[in-house]
């Protein structure tokens, strides 16, 4: 069964940088799609950056630039360096990885395909 779990959220001042990690279980292979979504107070969830299967990265506009998704040191983990955060960047950051009846999706900004999700890890930017 697969499982995504994130980490590395946490409290920094505007201008600051944070590194978030998704490690992916129950994997077969090194050809992942890891996409990562956050989540503001009162707001929809929205598309950050995505890794698809050939390591190639997407941003979104907003984050552009400033962060940067990667595979990590160990199998299976997927990082997301933030730089010059901003304070709209407060949010709950989710981890998304399609299950292995999805292998054909890796879509983005769209979340169809992805159904393997993590609990979350709160970021919170201060002015």
């Known amino acids: 069964q697969v499982h995504v779990v994130e980490s590395g959220g946490g409290s920094v001042q505007a201008g600051g940088s944070l590194r978030l990690s998704c490690s992916v279980s129950?994997?077969?292979?090194?050809?992942?799609?890891v996409a990562w979504f956050r989540q503001a107070t009162g707001k929809e969830r929205e598309a950050v950056a995505r890794l698809d299967r050939g390591s190639n990265p997407t941003y979104a506009d907003s984050v552009s630039g400033r962060f940067s998704i990667s595979k990590g040191n160990a199998k299976n983990i997927v990082t997301l360096q933030m730089s010059s955060l901003k304070p709209e960047d407060s949010a709950m950051y989710y981890c998304a990885t399609p299950s292995p009846k999805n292998l054909r999706s890796c879509s983005f900004p769209e979340e169809y395909g992805y159904d393997i999700w993590g609990q979350g890890t709160q970021v919170t930017v201060s002015s």
């Open positions: 129950g994997v077969t292979g090194n050809r992942l799609c």
